[in-house]
């Protein structure tokens, strides 16, 4: 059975946000004055930050996201405009071992707080409604990223934004890199718009970007592997500077499992 985690609808205009609360399934406004804990259940996320020590972004855990008084900071706020869920990630940060870009990130967790770490077997979902803020060179802003299951580190697949408003999916070749990218939509900066990333039947990746969907395999090299879910701002471009970068505001994030 699917659970939604998270329900809400954003429209482009004037950015009116209403959020759905899982609790009650009664709608209400965002409060732009809360935490995005506030406004968004982030029991089932992680957060890392393009700060801490080199190799070793600081990460936030759920419990300490949660609630309208749940963490936030230059990196992850809310938006006192219209309460949109902002990730900011400078081209200059700390990164991990694995990656030259700095990213503000949410990493997909179980509700016991464990990592997520699903099999591709099943019906998996993330559903996100956004607008690139700002953005230097591009940014990705979802990932399915491999978990356990061999020594890999890199991502089943990597949905960006490029500053000229292309919106292209990188599907990775096998486990051991190479990656293939696929023209997918063209959104201005600053225009919201909509993704959906799905897997499903163990062998499909189910793209939908504005309502248009296509469909992609997944060679079976990644059959070993469990997978999870990222969101945010991935920043894909680097320097020596702080105020340059990517700026992400969600309003809407959902993620299911059946």
């Given amino acids: 059975m699917t659970r939604p985690r998270l329900l809400a609808a954003a429209t482009a205009a004037g950015f009116a946000l209403t959020l759905t609360a899982l609790t009650g399934g009664s709608a209400d406004a965002a409060d732009p004055h809360v935490a995005p804990g506030g406004n968004f259940d982030l029991s089932i ?15 936030i855990p759920s419990s300490r996201l949660q609630g309208a008084n749940g963490y936030q900071d230059a990196y992850f706020y809310t938006d006192t405009r219209d309460g949109a869920m902002t990730f900011w990630a400078p081209e200059k940060g700390v990164t991990t071992p694995n990656s030259n870009y700095a990213r503000s990130e949410l990493r997909e967790m179980n509700r016991s707080g464990s990592p997520a770490d699903w099999p591709l077997n099943g019906s998996h979902r993330m559903s996100a409604t956004l607008r690139v803020v700002s953005v230097t060179k591009n940014v990705c802003v979802g990932q399915i990223h491999l978990g356990s299951g061999g020594s890999s580190t890199k991502p089943l697949l990597e949905l960006y934004y490029h500053a000229d408003g292309d919106i292209v999916l990188g599907t990775e070749n096998s486990p051991s890199g190479g990656q293939t990218t696929h023209t997918v939509g063209h959104v201005a900066v600053g225009r919201t718009w909509s993704y959906t990333i799905a897997v ?6 189910d793209l939908t970007v504005n309502g248009t969907t296509t469909h992609y395999a997944i060679p079976s090299s990644f059959s070993p592997y469990k997978q999870y879910f990222k969101a945010g701002s991935y920043n894909q471009s680097s320097s ?5 970068g990517a700026r992400v505001a969600f309003y809407g994030l959902t993620v299911s499992h059946g």
């Fill in 200 to 205: 499903s039947g163990g062998n499909t990746i």
């Fill in 240 to 244: 020596d500077s702080t105020t340059k």
């Fill in 45 to 59: 996320w992680q957060l890392q930050e393009p700060v801490g020590s080199p190799g070793s972004p600081t990460t």
